[in-house]
């Protein structure tokens, strides 16, 4: 039943052009963790999901957070800004994970905590806006240092 909403609400929120995106490339390479994917409820009715798909940048481990999707009618009320901190705080206590990446809009998901990187250097597979790269990690330079290929949870850099 989870499945069948996410997959009908990703289609409300963003249409047929999702399957183009790069993020949508990501999660088609490496499985999302359906621990870490979320729906919020206003009322007892779900109106908003996020999945967390586990990553590996540079030898870093952490997660790709999206797509974040909101029910139209019920934007505007919190629910997307709530799934997006509490994912984000249930992956980072998790032991190994580093930070939470996601490809968005630093006005929305600034003030959640997620800072931009440094243009260029996370490469992803396929074209991203490096400026709607964003970061979020208790160590405040990750955001500036993170570079390389986005590759699967738990690849460790070679010596």
């Known amino acids: 039943e989870d499945d069948s909403f996410v997959e009908a609400l990703q289609a409300l929120a963003f249409g047929p052009g999702r399957f183009a995106r790069t993020a949508f490339r990501v999660r088609e390479r490496f499985p999302i963790d359906k621990t870490l994917s979320l729906i919020a409820e ?8 996020v999945w967390m798909t586990p990553i590996s940048v540079g ?7 999206g797509p974040l999707a909101t029910d139209p009618a019920y934007r505007g009320r919190g629910a997307g800004k709530l799934l997006v901190k509490e994912v984000t705080r249930l992956a980072l ?3 190994g994970v580093s930070f939470v990446m996601l490809v968005g809009d630093e006005p929305y998901y600034g003030p959640l905590g997620f ?5 260029g250097a996370i490469q992803f ?13 208790a160590d405040q330079t990750l955001a500036l240092r993170l570079a390389g290929p986005i ?9």
């Open 115 to 119: 800072a931009p990187t440094t243009h």
């Open 59 to 65: 030898g870093i481990d952490g997660y790709l957070l």
């Open 125 to 137: 597979p396929g074209p991203v806006d490096p400026k709607r790269v964003l970061l979020h990690s």
């Open 151 to 159: 590759a699967a949870f738990g690849a460790r850099k070679r010596a």
């Open 42 to 49: 206003i009322d007892g009715n779900p109106v908003a999901s």
């Open 93 to 95: 206590a998790r032991q």
